[in-house]
Nanobody
Framework: QVQLVESGGGLVQAGGSLRLSCAAS????????MGWFRQAPGKEREFVAG????????WYADSAKGRFTISRDNAKNLVYLQMNSLKPEDTAVYYC????????????WGQGTQVTVSS
């Protein structure tokens, strides 16, 4: 099992920045990739950014490209999402997720952290 705990959410004005953190524990050796997803009220959960654990290859949703940066610290089992130039439409609950090589999908999820961007 892998446990994930997010932190760093909050209220920020449009144009501001926030950095989200995700701490992984448990069978972290089984993790092959980590990702950030978000869910706005009345909308489905959507992918934001992902990073592979070994090579730190990254990929982003179009909405995040150029504004968000995902990074990881394997020694500390931490994954970050640096969010700059935030917009009101970025308001959502942000979830951290882990993918294992065996499952090949994001099967572990954190409890989420609220990000609210005011206009």
């Amino acid at each position: 099992q892998v446990q994930l705990v997010e932190s760093g959410g909050g209220l920020v004005q449009a144009g501001g920045s926030l950095r989200l953190s995700c701490a992984a524990s448990g069978r972290t050796f089984s993790i092959s990739a980590m990702g950030w997803f978000r869910q706005a009220p009345g909308k489905e959960r959507e992918f934001v950014a992902g990073i592979t654990y070994s090579r730190a290859n990254t990929w982003y949703a179009d909405s995040a490209k150029g504004r968000f940066t995902i990074s990881r610290d394997n020694a500390k089992n931490l994954v970050y999402l640096q969010m700059n130039s935030l917009k009101p439409e970025d308001t959502a609950v942000y979830y951290c997720a882990a993918q294992t090589a065996v499952a090949g999908r994001f099967g572990y999820w954190g409890q989420g952290t609220q990000v609210t961007v005011s206009s």
